[in-house]
């Protein structure tokens, strides 16, 4: 069969394009490397003072209180703690094993304690001895006592 032949009038027009081509924007990380808070933690951790890190912590831990008796604050520190559970990276099990050894809240610790040995990043030598495993509850007694003294 024969192809149809065209009238001269009649050719084909190129296809138009709807779309046009755009400029690729900045390239978004999906890790949290690239955020200040993540950044300002590793410096710490990788600082030759161990103030650094625990002053950093520490800072965090109080910009969950609220400041206004009423008001509640923007971030709560178990929200802090999720997120950082979240994140396994060595400068967010630095900041949970501080967290662990300055927290009041024993089930907050506990949650901690339990992700903690999950964990395997390298930890400077004065970090890992914050990490004790009879944590001392408000009242001075040592809460691995009391759990002990509850099942017997």
């Known amino acids: 069969m024969p192809k149809k032949k065209r009238r001269k009038g009649h050719q084909r027009r190129p296809q138009q394009r709807h779309l046009t081509s755009v400029q690729p924007g900045p390239a978004v990380s999906e890790t949290p ?13 990788r600082s030759d003072q161990p103030l650094d890190l625990l002053g950093a912590v520490s800072s965090l831990m109080a910009a969950t209180l609220p400041h206004d008796p009423f008001a509640e604050a923007p971030v709560s520190l178990a929200e802090l703690v999720e997120t950082f559970i979240g994140t396994p990276y060595a400068e967010t099990t630095a900041a949970l094993t501080i967290i662990q050894a300055l927290t009041e809240d024993d089930l907050l610790a506990g949650r901690i304690g339990r992700e903690l040995t999950r964990r395997r990043h390298p930890m400077p030598h004065w970090l890992t001895g914050l990490a004790t495993p009879a944590r001392t509850s408000r009242r001075g007694v040592s809460a691995t006592c009391c759990a002990t003294a509850k099942t017997t």
């Open 33 to 45: 490397e690239h955020l200040s808070l993540f950044q300002g933690l590793r410096q710490a951790l």
